[in-house]
C-alpha cells in the first residue's frame, strides 16, 4: 500500500512538471521572434549606459504624434469623388417631352407660353445636368462653398472642379425658374401653372465612397514614417547624458530597427535560447516557490492548471494588444490575477505570480518600465484593498482603486518625463476606466472557476456558515447539543485563526459541519443526552466507540450528499485527526486486562490536519466538548485542562502535517483559556 501510493505521489508530481513544461512552450511560441533591445531609458532622465554609437545605418523615425497630425491633414484636405449618372439626364428630357406632347393632345392647341417652355426648358435642363446636380450627402461641407473641391468621374476620368460650380436640388430649380421667367417674362405662378418644373429636377452627382477612400489611402501610403538617417558610428548619446526629446527619437529610432528589421546582424538561435532560458527560469521560480510553500498545490493538478493558465492567457493577451493599435495594453486588468489568487490562496502566493506575470509581460512592451510600475503598484491596490470580500459594494471600490491608481500613476511618471501637462496623454484615462469596468469581472468568473477548479471563496463560505442552511437546520432539530457544541467551536476557532492568521471564514465553516454525522445517532454523544439516560450503558465498549468514530464517514457522506465543497469535508474527516476514543479505549483496557487489545479499534481514521485551520479546530473541538463535561469548574482546571488536551495531542503528532508552528499553539492555548473561563465564570445567584 505504501509503494502505491509513493507511485501516485510520483506520477502526480511528473503530470505537474509536464504542465509546466506545456506552459514554458507556450509563452515561448507567444513572444516576439525578435531580439529584444539591451537598453532602458526614460525621457528627461540621464542615459545611464555606455556611450551609444550606432552599430548601421538607420532611419529616424517619426513619433506617432508627427504622423498622426499629417495623416489626420490629409485625411481632412482629400477631396470628395463624384461619379456622373448620364441616364438621368435622358430619363428626364425623355420624362419631359413626353408630358409636353399629352399637354397638346389635351388642350388641342399649344398656348404662348407652352411653346416657349418647350422650346427653352430642354436646353436649360441640359446645361444644369452638364454643370452636375449633386446629390445631398453628410461629406459636403456647406460652409464655404468657394473654397471646396470635388473631383467628378467623367467617363473614368476625375476631373477637379469647385463645388460652387455644381448644383444642388434647390439651386438647380431655382436656376431653372429664374431663366424661363426672364426667356418668358412670366411670373413664378404663371409658369407653374403650365408645368412642375421641381419634377425634372434630380440629382446625377453621386458620391462614390470607393473612389475617395482608394485615393486617401494611396495619399497615405505616400507618407513617410521617417525623417533622416543616422550614420553608423555615429555616437547617438552619451553616457550621463539627458535623454531630450531629440535623443529620445534617436534612441527609440534604434530600438525599432533593432527590433523589426531582418536585415539587422545577428544570432537568432541564441535569441531563441536566450528567450526559452529566461521563460524556464520563470516558471521554475514559481515551481520552486509552490514546493516550498505552497505544497498541496504540488499534488493538485487542477490548481496548477489554474495558476498556469492564468499566466499564459495574460502573456497571450498582451501579446495580441502590443500587435494591434486598436487596443491598448493598458486596458488588460492585470490587476484581476492578484485578485484571484487572494480570494483562492493567499497575500504572498498573489503578489508573487502576479509580479511573474507582469516580468514576463514586460518583455513584450516597449516602455517596461512605466509598465511595470503601474501594473504591480495597481495589484497591490487591489490586493491590500479586498478586506472583506463577501460585501458586495467591496468590488466597486477596488475597480474605483484601480482605475485611479492607473491613472494618478501614469500622470505622475508623464510629468517626471515631459515636464508638462501638455505631452499627457488624456486618451489613456479612458482605458484605464475600462481596466476598471473588466475588474468588476470577478464574481462570475470566480464562480465559474470554483465549479471548473473546486476552488472555494469567502463568499461561498459566508453563505454555508449561514445556520438557516437546511444542513445545518437539520443539525439543529436532530441533535441540539451538537448545534450548539459546533457554535461555540467555531467561535473558539475563529478567534484564534484571527490572532495566529489564517482564514476566519473557512474555519468557521469547518467548524460548524464538522460534526453533522452525529445527526444519524444524535442520543450516543452526551451533549444531545437527556434525563441522565445513556445508551452505551446498554452495549459494549467496542461497539460504543465504533458508533463514535463513524460520525467521521457519516458525516463525511452527508457532506456529499448535500454537495459541500471538499474543503470543508476536510475538516471533518481531520477534526479528530488519528487520535483514539480514549474513554472506551480505557475503559476496556480496565475491563480486560489480560487481553491483547488492538488500539486500532478504538482509532480514528484521519487523515491528521494538513491546514492550520484544521488544526485550530482539532483543539477547539476537544477543549469544548471536555470543559463541557466538567464538574469542577474554575480557572485553574479550565487552564489545566487547555494544556493537557494540547499536550496530548502534540505528543500523538497530530500537528505534525499542518502549517503551524509552537508560537501558534501558545497563542491558541491563551487565547482557549481566556475564552473558556469567560464562558464558564462564576454567576452571582439569584435571589428565587
Do not use: C
Not at 482608394?214 to 555615429?234: C, F, N, P, R, Y
Not at 447539543?481 to 471564514?505: C, D, R, W, Y
Amino acid at each position: 500500500m505504501n509503494i502505491f501510493k509513493r507511485m501516485l505521489q510520483f506520477w502526480k508530481k511528473i503530470q505537474i512538471f509536464l504542465l509546466y513544461i506545456i506552459s514554458i512552450l507556450l509563452v515561448f511560441w507567444i513572444f516576439p521572434r525578435e531580439g529584444k533591445f539591451q537598453y532602458e531609458y526614460v525621457k528627461n532622465s540621464p542615459w545611464k549606459h555606455a556611450d551609444l554609437i550606432a552599430p548601421f545605418d538607420f532611419p529616424i523615425y517619426k513619433n506617432d504624434d508627427k504622423l498622426a497630425k499629417e495623416t489626420d491633414s490629409i485625411a481632412k484636405t482629400n477631396p470628395p469623388y463624384f461619379k456622373i449618372d448620364t441616364t438621368v439626364i435622358k430619363s428626364v428630357l425623355g420624362e419631359l417631352s413626353e408630358d409636353l406632347g399629352n399637354k397638346v393632345l389635351l388642350q388641342g392647341n399649344s398656348s404662348d407660353l407652352m411653346a416657349e417652355i418647350s422650346d427653352t426648358l430642354p436646353g436649360l435642363l441640359g446645361e444644369v445636368y452638364l454643370a452636375g446636380i449633386i446629390e445631398s450627402h453628410p461629406v459636403i461641407q456647406q460652409g464655404n462653398r468657394n473654397a471646396e473641391e470635388i473631383f467628378i468621374v467623367r467617363r473614368q476620368l476625375a476631373e477637379k472642379s469647385a463645388l460652387a460650380d455644381v448644383f444642388t436640388e434647390k439651386m438647380a430649380y431655382e436656376h431653372v425658374v429664374e431663366s424661363l421667367k426672364s426667356v418668358t417674362g412670366r411670373s413664378n405662378n404663371q409658369l407653374l401653372t403650365e408645368i412642375t418644373i421641381s419634377k425634372y429636377i434630380q440629382p446625377n452627382l453621386f458620391y462614390d465612397a470607393l473612389m475617395t477612400q482608394k485615393i486617401l489611402d494611396a495619399k497615405l501610403a505616400e507618407v513617410s514614417a521617417t525623417q533622416g538617417m543616422v550614420q553608423s558610428g555615429q555616437i547617438i548619446i552619451r553616457r550621463g547624458e539627458l535623454v531630450s526629446q531629440s535623443k529620445y527619437r534617436l534612441v527609440e529610432s534604434l530600438r525599432k530597427e533593432y527590433e523589426s528589421n531582418a536585415n539587422v546582424i545577428r544570432n537568432d538561435s541564441l535569441i531563441y535560447l536566450g528567450q526559452f532560458v529566461l521563460i524556464a527560469v520563470m516558471f521554475l521560480a514559481l515551481l520552486w516557490y509552490v514546493s516550498n510553500f505552497r505544497k498541496d498545490m504540488m499534488g493538485s493538478s487542477a490548481q496548477t492548471i489554474f495558476i498556469l493558465s492564468l499566466i499564459v492567457i495574460m502573456v497571450g493577451l498582451t501579446k495580441v494588444s502590443v500587435s494591434t493599435d486598436t487596443i491598448s495594453y493598458y486596458v488588460i486588468p492585470f490587476a484581476i490575477i492578484p485578485i484571484f489568487l487572494k480570494t483562492f490562496f493567499n497575500v504572498r502566493f498573489a503578489l508573487f505570480v502576479h509580479f511573474m506575470i507582469l516580468l514576463l509581460a514586460g518583455f513584450l512592451i516597449p516602455n517596461n518600465y512605466q509598465f511595470l510600475l503601474m501594473n504591480f503598484l495597481a495589484g497591490v491596490v487591489a490586493v491590500f484593498s479586498m478586506q472583506s470580500y463577501y460585501r458586495r459594494s467591496i468590488l466597486f471600490f477596488i475597480a474605483s482603486f484601480v482605475a485611479i491608481s492607473y491613472a494618478l500613476i501614469y500622470v505622475i511618471l508623464s510629468l517626471l518625463q515631459e515636464g508638462t501637462l501638455e505631452s499627457v496623454e488624456w486618451i489613456q484615462l479612458l482605458w484605464f476606466g475600462g481596466n476598471g469596468l473588466l475588474i468588476l469581472t470577478v464574481y462570475p468568473l470566480i464562480y465559474i472557476f470554483e465549479r471548473l477548479f473546486g476552488f472555494l471563496s469567502d463568499s461561498t463560505l459566508f453563505e454555508l456558515s449561514d445556520t438557516n442552511q437546511p444542513l445545518l437546520r437539520k443539525l439543529a432539530e436532530k441533535a441540539p447539543g451538537t448545534f450548539q457544541h459546533s457554535i461555540q467551536v467555531a467561535n473558539l476557532a475563529e478567534e484564534a485563526i484571527l490572532k495566529i492568521g489564517g482564514n476566519p471564514l473557512l474555519v468557521r465553516t469547518g467548524a460548524l459541519y464538522h460534526d453533522i454525522g452525529k445527526m444519524n445517532n444524535p442520543y450516543f454523544f452526551i451533549e444531545n443526552q437527556r434525563n441522565g439516560e445513556n445508551p452505551h450503558d446498554d452495549i459494549d465498549y467496542k461497539t460504543s466507540a465504533k458508533i463514535i468514530i463513524d460520525h467521521v464517514m457519516e458525516g463525511v457522506e452527508l457532506a456529499k450528499r448535500h454537495n459541500l465543497p471538499q474543503q470543508i469535508i476536510d475538516f471533518i474527516l481531520t477534526h479528530h485527526g488519528t487520535s483514539t476514543v480514549q474513554y472506551f479505549y480505557r475503559s476496556y483496557l480496565s475491563n480486560n486486562p489480560d487481553e491483547d487489545v488492538d488500539q486500532d479499534e478504538f482509532r480514528y481514521p484521519g487523515p491528521r490536519p494538513t491546514k492550520k485551520e484544521m488544526a485550530v479546530l482539532m483543539v477547539a473541538d476537544s477543549v469544548e466538548a471536555a470543559a463541557r463535561s466538567m464538574k469542577d469548574i474554575s480557572d485553574e482546571s479550565l487552564s489545566k485542562l487547555v494544556e493537557n488536551i494540547v499536550e496530548h495531542q502534540t505528543e500523538e503528532d497530530q500537528y505534525a502535517e499542518a502549517e503551524i508552528t509552537f508560537s501558534d499553539i501558545s497563542i491558541i492555548k491563551e487565547i482557549f483559556k481566556q475564552k473558556l473561563i469567560n464562558i464558564y465564570h462564576a454567576r452571582i445567584s439569584y435571589p428565587e
